[in-house]
């Protein structure tokens, strides 16, 4: 009987999900929200495809004179160190700061924190300008978490994403940001609740530039529901992890997964969000 009732829970909870991540996906192709990205240069063109593709509107502009006349305009930024140069930092923080101060998410993807003094310096510093999410992958998280850098493996995890749980939830609180690691189980968390989101494929980490466009894609789904940032993490990786299952079914290798991972994020129905959304509760 217990078991039928917590099945019966975790089933209507799983229903509730799905919903929750067709109703974001739908609120994004119907607003297309407007995304800033201040992004590195091996990502731009597939953060932007990716944003396009679900529907958003992806917009890189990263100089630092622009920043007072387009930030304000934007729904959401999204901000990453990938190829971080000291010339650079400079347009984040501004683009940052407006954000925050007129109340507009922006999510901060630490991409490859651990490479340098520098770049770890930076993305605490960013930190400060409260992100509403932070978005790396296990070794970024369990990085940015002790400020310590650790071992390298550059923009690759050497960390499991569930090795980072504990990371990931004492980041959250001290940040005040929703804390996402992504990997084979994306891990979202706001430092109370723990959620996985079990879609993907591990034929993504072969792509580069999949997790920078996963952060993007994070924005977007803030910029259409900023109130409630875990459940708006929550679905855009689902939907990013839907749409590369989706196109490995038709891939040959990582080069058309890509190819296919765009087409498919672009054309999810209703049936098919819902019949995949693969999410629970870990915490
Ligand atoms: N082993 C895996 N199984 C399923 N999905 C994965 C796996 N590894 C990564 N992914 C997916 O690939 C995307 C990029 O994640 P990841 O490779 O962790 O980012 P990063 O490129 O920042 O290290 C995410 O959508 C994630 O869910
Ligand atoms: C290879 C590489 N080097 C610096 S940034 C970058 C891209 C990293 O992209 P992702 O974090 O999505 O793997
Ligand atoms: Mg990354």
New binding site residues.
């Given amino acids: 009987m217990e078991d039928w009732l917590s099945r019966m829970e975790s089933k209507s909870e799983q229903n509730e999900w799905s919903s929750g991540v067709w109703d974001h996906l739908t609120a994004v192709r119907r607003q297309s929200p407007l995304v800033q990205c201040i992004t590195n240069f091996v990502s731009m063109d597939l953060v932007a495809n990716t944003l396009l593709s679900a529907g958003a509107s992806p917009a890189m502009v990263h100089s630092v004179v622009e920043i007072p006349d387009f930030t304000p305009h934007i729904h959401a930024l999204c901000v990453n160190v990938g190829t971080l140069t000291p010339e650079w930092l400079p347009s984040m923080k501004a683009a940052a700061e407006v954000a925050s101060q007129l109340g507009k998410p922006w999510v901060l993807d630490p ?1 490859a924190v651990n490479c340098s003094g520098f770049r770890l310096k930076a993305c605490l510093e960013l930190i400060g300008l409260k992100p509403s999410v932070i978005k790396g ?1 296990g070794s970024e998280i369990i990085a940015l978490s002790s400020a310590s850098r650790g071992q390298t493996k550059g ?3 050497s960390h499991e994403s569930t090795d980072a749980i504990e990371a990931a939830k004492s980041l959250a609180l001290s940040s005040g940001a929703v804390v996402a690691v ?3 189980v ?1 891990i979202v968390t706001d430092g109370n609740q723990v959620i996985g989101v079990h879609n ?3 034929m ?2 072969r792509i580069t530039a ?3 466009s ?1 952060a993007g894609l994070i924005a977007a789904f803030l910029a259409i529901d900023s109130s409630r940032g875990l459940e708006a993490t929550v679905s855009a ?1 689902s939907v ?2 839907i749409a ?1 299952e989706l196109g490995e079914a038709m891939a040959n290798g990582p080069a058309s997964l890509r190819m296919h991972l765009i087409d498919s994020l672009y054309g999810l129905d209703e049936t098919t969000v819902r019949s995949r959304v693969n999410i629970t509760r870990l915490g």
């Fill in positions: 991409a992958n923009a690759d995890s992504s990997g084979a994306d993907g494929t591990k993504m980490q999949t997790g920078c996963l990786m990013f992890g590369g």
